[in-house]
């Protein structure tokens, strides 16, 4: 164990699977008490396990804005102060403007975009009697450039960028530091996800792994993300390391912005 988090407490959520659950292991492995929270029940309390260092676990919907409150509530009472937010727990759907259902666009705002503002609603009041804190909000490429067949994804992870600059800016004085991270494709449950229903829409029948190789060509590094590129970068936002760096929204993309 290293202790580049060394006496830090932080909730990760959507650490059930993917990117969280590769972070709050990190986390923990540099030291952090975590809070692992995702509605997968089983499998977020198998990664407060394998991540160990007095990790815990919470099953939270976090469309559900009383499960988000009791999530952080039941951080401070296990560890008694909170000083990182990890707001990554995210769903992703490919469709388009026409076609898409009030249902479908209200479910992805929700998941995506409210229940970030929700976590630090209900965060930031603990981070401030703490004496500050490091706010980490899950966007995306999707919220630096537009992508053609993610509509409501598009915006909820625009505004995630909006908002992380807003709590920057009003919190920054009471030495909160908020930053977004803008991942590209890192293979996971949810990108497959969406690569499935391309696949479809567009009658590729190719292989999985074909089709990975296509999206990999795209990006100037030629390859896709893997779980550590966004864990480590999630770890130095999180840590004292970047204690001037806020407000930023930043691409973890293999450079494809940049083209
Ligand atoms: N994988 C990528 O290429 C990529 C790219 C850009 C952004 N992201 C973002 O990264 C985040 C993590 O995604 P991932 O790729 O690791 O996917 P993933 O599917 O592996 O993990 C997402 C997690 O969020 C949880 N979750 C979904 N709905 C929830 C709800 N209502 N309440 C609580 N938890 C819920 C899921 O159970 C799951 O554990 C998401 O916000 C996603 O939009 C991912």
């Known amino acids: ?21 590769a972070t709050a292991e990190l986390f923990a492995a540099e030291g952090a008490r ?6 997968q029940a089983d499998a977020v309390r198998e990664t407060a396990r394998r991540a160990g260092h007095g990790a815990i676990a919470s099953t939270v919907d976090v469309l559900q804005p009383q499960d988000i409150e009791r999530m952080v509530a039941e951080t401070i009472a296990a560890f008694g102060r909170l000083d990182v937010l990890y707001a990554n727990a995210g769903i992703a759907e490919a469709t388009n403007a026409i076609d898409m259902t009030l249902e479908q666009w209200n479910r992805m705002i929700g998941i995506n975009l409210t229940s970030v503002w929700l976590s630090a609603k209900y965060a930031l009041p603990h981070m401030i009697a703490g004496g500050g804190g490091s706010i980490i909000n899950q966007s995306s490429t999707a919220g630096l450039i537009g992508i053609p067949d993610i509509p409501h994804y598009s915006a909820a992870k625009t505004g995630v960028v909006g908002l992380t600059r807003q709590i920057a800016a009003h919190y920054g004085p009471q030495n909160i530091r908020c930053n977004a991270i803008c991942p590209s494709s890192i293979p996971t449950p949810l990108m497959a996800g969406v690569w499935e229903t391309r696949a479809k ?22 390859r896709l993300g893997v779980l550590a590129d966004c864990a480590n970068l999630a770890l130095f936002l999180a840590s004292d390391e970047s204690s001037w760096i806020s407000g930023v929204a930043m691409p973890l993309d293999g450079g494809l912005t940049a083209t």
């Not at 567009?202 to 590094?221: C, G, I, M, N, W």
């Open 1 to 21: 164990m290293a202790d580049r988090l060394k006496g830090k407490v932080a909730i990760v959520t959507g650490a059930a699977s993917g990117i969280g659950r």
């Open 201 to 222: 829409n567009a009658k590729d029948t190719s292989s999985f792994e074909a089709q990975q190789a296509v999206v990999a060509a795209r990006h100037p590094l030629r």
């Open 34 to 39: 975590v809070m692992c929270a995702d509605i």
